[in-house]
């Protein structure tokens, strides 16, 4: 599973992958929020395992406030679920939950592709 192309206003991205056996993750911050707009969190898994699952955490600010969570399965689907408006500055996205062989996570614009 690959993550798609990033999209415009796209905030930050989590990928998860295992290569060689050795498990790797990378984040990627494209933006802070302006505090505007409504986002939405793209997360997807797949894995050997596919009754597995996977949460993402959403974080805002300095202090890395929580402001949600939600599981997803690694059977290879997409979760799509709408947060409400960010907070203005950086915004990070975590994976729990694994290894698994590919995941990935992002923030991006409500009604982007």
């Known amino acids: ?50 009754d597995k699952t996977l949460t993402y955490v959403v974080k805002v600010g300095k202090a890395q406030r929580e402001l949600v969570r939600g599981e997803f399965p690694c059977d290879g689907s997409v979760r799509q679920d709408g947060i409400s408006t960010l907070e203005r500055g950086q915004v990070l996205i975590y994976l729990d939950g694994g290894p698994v062989e590919s995941a990935y996570a992002l923030i991006r614009p409500l009604g982007t592709q």
Request: hydrophobic share 35%; with cysteine.
């Open 1 to 50: 599973m690959k993550a798609p192309a990033v999209a415009d206003g796209e905030l930050v991205r989590r990928v998860m992958t295992i290569r060689d056996r050795v498990p790797n993750e990378q984040t990627t911050i494209h933006r802070l929020s302006d505090g505007t707009g409504e986002y939405m969190v793209q997360a997807a898994c797949a894995d050997q395992k596919p």
